[in-house]
């Protein structure tokens, strides 16, 4: 079965630091790849996606993600977050011969202190 | 903008009551799901749809049904709710992977609790 680990569940960082999210999933072949943002009270929302190309991928608010293929891994990064960016991360994949299921970690909780 | 917009915020209800939790989008989108959401288990699908009156189960369809009449709607039945399906309820849509990329966008969300 497919999986999608999140290793860090709860993380609690200072403004200004630094902010690394992993995550890992369990498929081999062609992947898309996701991280969604879930801010208080807020529906689901897209951060950035890879499908080919660029290893590295920018998203919105500062946010980038490195895919990994050798590690199938997608791990998101910040290199100074801010208090508004206190909410839950989920990463989520997308196998590209399975049709249109996703599957999603479990998300991690990301509180930033100002 | 795509919009994906689910009946109710908040839904309060008795067990073994028959609970529809509706879901709307206006993009024209052909896939549409149900997702649960609960605390450390991160989302996980019931079931979805890829096109009008088909339907797939996901990963966990016990005690839900679905209903997809038009393809601006997707609604998830709990036949007889039950307290182990009190849960947030995400509805998503999208555009096949091969078309659109495949990227979900996300309600609000409905906050069921059953008593």
Not at chain 1, 43 to 56: A, M
Not at chain 1, 86 to 104: D, I, K, L, S
């Amino acid at each position: 079965a497919q999986s999608v680990s999140q290793h860090n569940h709860h993380v609690i960082l200072s403004e200004a630091a630094s902010l690394e999210l992993g995550c890992n999933y369990s498929y081999g072949g062609t992947v898309n790849l996701f991280w969604y943002v879930q801010y208080p009270g807020q529906h689901l929302q897209l951060l950035l996606k890879y499908f080919s190309g660029d290893p590295l991928v920018k998203g919105i608010k500062g946010f980038e993600a490195e895919f990994i293929k050798s590690k199938f891994s997608f791990n998101l990064r910040k290199p100074s977050v801010q208090w508004s960016d206190t909410a839950e991360y989920f990463c989520a994949v997308r196998p590209q011969n399975t049709g249109n299921q996703f599957y999603f970690g479990t998300g991690t909780s990301l509180t930033v202190i100002p | 903008d795509v919009k994906v917009t689910q009946s109710s915020r908040y839904l309060v209800k008795r067990t073994g009551e028959k609970v529809f939790l509706e879901c709307v989008q206006d993009m024209d989108h052909e896939n549409m799901f149900w997702y649960r959401q609960d605390p450390g288990l991160g989302l996980r699908l019931i079931y979805f749809s890829y096109d009008v009156k088909m339907k797939e189960k996901g990963d966990i369809p016990e005690g839900y049904s679905v209903s997809r009449e038009k393809k601006e709607r997707f609604s998830l039945i709990l036949e007889s709710a039950s307290t182990n399906q009190t849960s947030m309820y995400l509805c998503a849509s999208s555009r096949p992977g091969t078309s659109g990329r495949g990227e979900q966008y996300f309600g609000p969300g409905t906050r069921l609790t059953v008593t």
